[in-house]
C-alpha cells in the first residue's frame, strides 16, 4: 500500500503560481510512476503532468506545457507541481496519483492510488 497527501492549492490571481506537494508513505520503493491530475466541477478527471521515478523523464498535457513543471525528491518521496502563468481554465481539484497499472500514465483509471485532491481557485 502507498497513501498520498497532496496540498499546496489555494485561490490566486491569473497570471499567479503556485506549487502543489505530493508526500508518498508506505511501499513506495515500487512505485514507477506519480502524476497529477485535476477535476473541475461537472468535468472528467483530466491527466496534467507525470513523471517516471526511475529517471525522472516528464510528460504533460499540452494546455499546461511551458507553464506547469513536475519534479519530485526522491530522498523525500515527494512530488510537486509548479504551476506559473496560471488561468482561469487552471482552477479545479487537482490530485496526485501513484503507481498507474502497465505505465499507462495518462489514464486515471490505471490508477492505484490516490491523494485526497487540493483546491486550486483562479480568479481573473
Known amino acids: 500500500q502507498v497513501q498520498l497527501v497532496d496540498s499546496g492549492g489555494g485561490l490566486v490571481q491569473a497570471g499567479g503560481s503556485l506549487r502543489l506537494s505530493c508526500a508518498a508513505s508506505?511501499?513506495?520503493?515500487?512505485?514507477?510512476?506519480m502524476a497529477w491530475f485535476r477535476q473541475a466541477p461537472g468535468k472528467v478527471r483530466e491527466f496534467v503532468a507525470a513523471?517516471?521515478?526511475?529517471?525522472?523523464?516528464?510528460y504533460y498535457r499540452d494546455s499546461v506545457k511551458g507553464r506547469f513543471t513536475i519534479s519530485r525528491d526522491i530522498a523525500k518521496n515527494t512530488m510537486y507541481l509548479q504551476m506559473n502563468s496560471l488561468k482561469p481554465e487552471d482552477t479545479a481539484v487537482y490530485y496526485c496519483a501513484a503507481d498507474p497499472r502497465d505505465l499507462r500514465i495518462g489514464d486515471y483509471t490505471a490508477y492505484a492510488y490516490w491523494g485526497q485532491g487540493t483546491q486550486v481557485t483562479v480568479s481573473s
Open positions: 508506505g511501499r513506495t520503493f515500487s512505485t514507477k510512476a
Open positions: 513523471i517516471l521515478w526511475s529517471d525522472g523523464s516528464t
